[in-house]
């Protein structure tokens, strides 16, 4: 992960109270840090999400066997191309394409245009991670429970990926950040009060001072 995208990160974790070291972790074993490389979204593509697209898009299913919360016509709306691209994890944080109208966009090309740029890729995932499972995810950060951010973020394969063990290695290999009340100023050195006197002396020799700047 370069600097600024890590400056982002700590911004995002600051700003909502979270450990900077847990959305570094996420993005780390994700994609290695990196949401474009040589020019290109880094992506992974899955097969078996796919497949169930396809499946309702042909009239096979009524439903996604894997996400049956998803709307059949808005399925069947998509060409085969962007079913494809619905089936890939892509960015920085490795989200599903089919997440596109929960993160503000009105297609997933619209999407993939924006991730090109890796600041728009974390910008967005920030966002997702406030909203996704109900705020249930969110939560789950703001405990560090390894376990319960891998079955939501990884799926159910996540003990054989060994993702809750991978996230934990990743927050473990950064510092945390210490934020330090600031130093308090020095208190004032102890004027005493001038008596009537030297009070009236002061106030003589000042418009004495100005009478003879003026003339």
Known sequence: MNAKSLGLVK???TQYDLDYRIVYAICMTESQGHGVM??????RYEPHIYNGFVRVKNGQRKKHPSL????TNWIRKHTLTELKLLSTSLGIGQIMGWHYPSLGYESIGAMLKAWMDEEVQLKDMFRFILVYRNGDFFKALQRIDYIEIAKMWNGPGYK??????????????MPQIVFKEPEPLPPEPFKPKMTFFESFKEMVSNVWDNFWYDT
């Open 11 to 13: 911004s995002f974790a």
């Open 38 to 43: 040589h020019g290109k979204i880094i992506k």
């Open 68 to 71: 049956p919360g998803l709307e």
């Open 160 to 173: 054989k990926n060994n993702y809750d063990v991978k996230l934990k290695k990743e927050y473990d290999s």
